[in-house]
């Protein structure tokens, strides 16, 4: 879960904070300004609907009804979920290319094995 304040920074930046919303599965911290919605879960990485939007979709906030939709059909959505797979994303290819990265030893890997989603309090759940 990433945090989001450099995106957030360049939004402000190139003057778009008024009229962009930042929706993602990352986190916040307190220096973040204009409409962001985070910790979205679960996340993308573990195949989240977050993962399946793509470029050009059309997504309606409703902060009244507190609700967050995509306006693609169902079908299309089970479709994109079926076509989704973890691997196919960069993300983990880039990482695992970075020499000084290990995520099989240390650290990572215990972060990798027993960390939670957002929706479960993205904490350590060694317990379980």
């Known amino acids: ?15 778009y904070s008024e009229n962009v919303s930042l929706i993602t599965d990352g986190r916040f911290s307190g220096g ?9 879960a679960p996340e993308a990485w573990v195949g989240g609907n977050i993962a399946l939007l793509k470029d050009g979709d059309k997504i309606v906030i409703d902060i009244d009804n507190k ?3 995509a306006t693609i059909t169902e079908e299309e959505f089970a479709s994109r979920k079926e076509e989704w797979n973890l691997n196919k ?9 970075l020499k000084s990265v290990e995520l099989n030893k240390g650290y990572l890997r215990k972060y990798r094995n027993v960390v939670q989603q957002a929706n479960h309090g993205a904490i ?3 317990l379980d």
Request: glycine share 16%; aromatic share 8%.
């Open 1 to 15: 879960m990433p945090e989001m304040l450099q995106t957030t920074a360049a939004l402000q930046g190139m003057g």
């Open 32 to 40: 973040t300004r204009g409409f962001c919605i985070g910790h979205c």
């Open 67 to 69: 609700g967050l939709n």
């Open 89 to 97: 994303g960069t993300f983990l290819k880039d990482l695992m290319a």
């Open 124 to 126: 350590f759940d060694v």
